[in-house]
């Protein structure tokens, strides 16, 4: 299941992979600052979206 990380203010995904990796890694390798628009990055559980995508691949 892909995992990705998001800047809840520009959209800019900062993380995308089939790895699932700790949100507060991902935060602290921008410097807690979104690349894009320059937004502090924090992680608060109570936003966290976990979405069903639909696969384009029959299932077997």
Known sequence: ????????S????LYCGDE???????ISKYNRVCPECSKPLTLN?????VKK???NESSK
């Open 20 to 26: 699932l990796v700790n949100p507060e890694e991902v």
């Open 1 to 8: 299941m892909p995992q990705k990380i998001i800047c809840r």
């Open 53 to 55: 995508i639909q696969n």
């Open 45 to 49: 559980p109570e936003r966290v979206e």
């Open 10 to 13: 520009c959209k800019h995904m």
